[in-house]
């Protein structure tokens, strides 16, 4: 009899099954306004080629091999990258999990025993051996272990981008600290030639101070003025070397194992290719990761909803008992069950709407980080735009100055020495002519860290269909 319900009520079932209907809203990506253009795109020269930002090695366009084989080793060697790279597996896995929920599942035990109990001052012994398998399967009527498989893989989905984001980001900090070390490597080179003309200066005055053609005074100023310049130097080199053991550990090494010598900046600073505004939502792993963050969001809450719902599982379950080992698996030992098991809840005092309710809100938060995110990466184009921009007329500009100030030292010097002024104008415009050279470099190595920043706002070389399926 029992065999007869069922055979009239699995068709049912799987009509259900099939049907393919899962409780909840499907997804649909939020609405983001867009601009048509970048605000301060606007009389910027683009560079040709224009497929210098698709490929995925994005730091090429600087042409430094030195660089390139430091930022090939931080998706391999960086520490964060290795951590966001096992939270991804770990979600991969979770989906593998949440996908073996679908299907049915079989389990198998034996068990074999020996028990005594003592009675009317009888002892009694007994044994018990049993060989079973069993195996249920339970229906996803209502599509709840469907959206949580969806959720799943938006959240592994999710974890792929925020891997990608944090590799990008790791990059962009090496890249901008090699920069900036390279640049420092200008500027303490500078010093050191400063500190040598000082030096000759210094000679000469003191052989004039000697014979008693130069004052006390003058002297002093010029030692002044050559000290003031080594602590400066020295200055510069403990922030070269926390630079180079930032780089060290962006590639995961300690600062011991790790240096960079100091060398000229031979690196070709590239005229950024803008993107088309649009893009932006494909390009930059953190948009993706907070749109994937929606889907699964969305998802959770057709999880939720299908908690008003019973569950529907098929079981059934086959084996052997029998008190004696030695003819366990017989006909007369067998036993087995078969039916179906319907569980759901009668009352709950509105702890399954406030689910809904919660997974609802979780989704409406999603939705507005994602938004955020879509703001925050046009603001951070639009500003390093403006910023590289503006930089190009402003090192013209100091460039300009600062011949100008040399110019002005070297008249000045000359001046000194034929016996026309005092060496106070000399150390004047010297020192004028030392901070306006160091100012150009510090507005280059500004300008080098903003292109990176740039490339980094646009994605880098990095686009959402690298997301896996």
């Not at 959206?147 to 990008?168: G, H, V």
């Not at 080199?237 to 995961?252: D, F, K, S, Y």
Request: glycine content about 4%; aromatic content about 8%.
């Amino acid at each position: 009899m029992m065999k007869k319900k069922m055979t009239k009520f699995t068709p049912v079932l799987l009509a259900l099954l099939l049907s393919g209907c899962a409780v909840g809203p499907d997804y649909h990506r939020p609405t983001v306004k867009v601009p048509s253009q970048y605000k301060e795109a606007q009389g910027w020269r683009q560079a040709q080629p224009q497929d210098g930002q698709d490929k995925g090695e994005w730091w090429a366009v600087y042409h430094d091999e030195t660089l390139s084989g430091l930022l090939r080793q931080v998706a391999i060697s960086n520490q964060n990258v290795a951590q966001y790279e096992a939270q991804y597996r770990q979600a991969k896995a979770l989906v593998a999990a949440s996908r073996s929920d679908l299907f049915p599942s079989a389990t198998y035990t034996g068990s074999s025993t020996r028990s005594s109990s003592t009675g009317d001052s009888q002892r009694t012994t007994s044994n018990s051996h049993s060989l079973q398998a069993s195996a249920s399967w339970e229906l996803d009527i209502w599509g709840k272990l469907r959206r949580t498989l969806e959720e799943n893989k938006a959240s592994a989905q999710a974890s792929a981008a925020e891997l990608a984001n944090i590799t990008l980001s790791a990059q962009s900090e090496l890249a901008q600290d090699y920069f900036q070390l390279r640049i420092m490597d200008q500027q303490i080179a500078l010093y050191q030639q400063s500190i040598a003309a000082y030096q000759r200066y210094l000679t000469v005055i003191n052989n004039k101070y000697q014979v008693g053609s130069e004052s006390r005074a003058t002297l002093a100023q010029a030692q002044a003025q050559l000290e003031s310049a080594r602590a400066s130097a020295l200055d510069l080199r403990w922030q070269r070397a926390q630079t180079e053991h930032a780089i060290a550990m962006l590639i995961g090494k300690t600062p011991a194992e790790f240096s960079l010598p100091a060398a000229n900046l031979t690196a070709t600073l590239p005229t950024i290719p803008q993107s088309i505004p649009s893009e932006l939502l494909q390009r930059r792993p953190d948009i993706a990761y907070a749109e994937r963050n929606v889907a699964a969001a969305n998802a959770a809450v057709g999880v939720a909803i299908a908690g008003y719902y019973p569950d529907l599982t098929l079981s059934a379950s086959g084996g052997f008992s029998s008190s004696t080992l030695h003819n366990l698996i017989s006909l007369p030992n067998r036993v087995w069950s078969l039916g179906p098991e319907l569980s759901g809840t009668l009352l709950d005092f509105g702890a399954t709407s406030a689910n809904v309710e919660q997974a609802r809100a979780s989704y409406d938060a999603a939705v507005a980080s994602y938004r955020q995110a879509v703001l925050t990466g046009f603001q951070e184009v639009e500003n390093y735009l403006v910023q590289l921009h503006t930089l190009q007329d402003e090192i013209q500009a100091q460039q300009l100055a600062t011949e100008a100030s040399k110019e002005s030292a070297r008249v000045t010097y000359n001046q000194y020495q034929a016996g026309m002024i005092d060496y106070l104008d000399v150390a004047t415009t010297e020192n004028t002519s030392l901070s306006a050279q160091q100012n150009l470099l510090s507005l280059q190595s500004t300008q080098w860290l903003a292109s990176v920043e740039l490339i980094a706002a646009l994605g880098g070389g990095w686009d959402a269909k690298n997301l896996p399926e």
